[in-house]
């Protein structure tokens, strides 16, 4: 593994993370929930009375945010090196996962493991194993 050193951006990354913190934060102390994106994705399908508003906003803000970003600041390029096919496989793959694992990276990994819940370090875990493992096998044993 090699850093490209020239889009290395730790202090933009660590601020980028302390908003996430921040909001995350804020989201639990003010609503009294986790801010995973799977369950406020997943309660818009079936929303209970007087959620609607909070999780509408929850994800316009969501998708609205890098757009303020961008009349700003560059935004970064993204490159996505998968075929269409692999995106569906994967997405669906992420889907089923964070149905079953009752949450996603941002719940489980930002907000179950700051409130020291055992069943978000296992889930966690379990999120960065997987990645290893698929990284490790795309990288070097189908390359």
Do not use: D
């Amino acid at each position: 593994m090699m850093i490209n050193w020239s889009e290395f951006t730790p202090w933009a990354s660590l601020f980028g993370g302390l908003l996430i913190g921040l909001a995350a934060a804020l989201f639990i102390l003010f609503n009294g929930r986790i801010a995973g994106i799977s369950g406020v994705l997943g309660g818009l399908l079936r929303p209970k009375q007087g959620e609607l508003g909070w999780r509408v906003a929850f994800l316009a803000g969501l998708l609205g945010a890098p757009l303020v970003y961008g009349l700003f600041a560059t935004l970064p390029e993204a490159r996505i090196e998968a075929g269409t096919g692999t995106l569906i496989i994967a997405g669906l793959l992420v889907g089923l996962g964070t149905r079953y694992g009752s949450g996603c990276t941002s719940g489980h990994g930002v907000c179950g493991l700051s409130r020291g819940s055992p069943r978000s370090l296992v889930a966690t875990v379990s999120f960065m194993l997987a990645g290893f493992v698929t990284v490790y096998v795309v990288r070097h044993l189908m390359a």
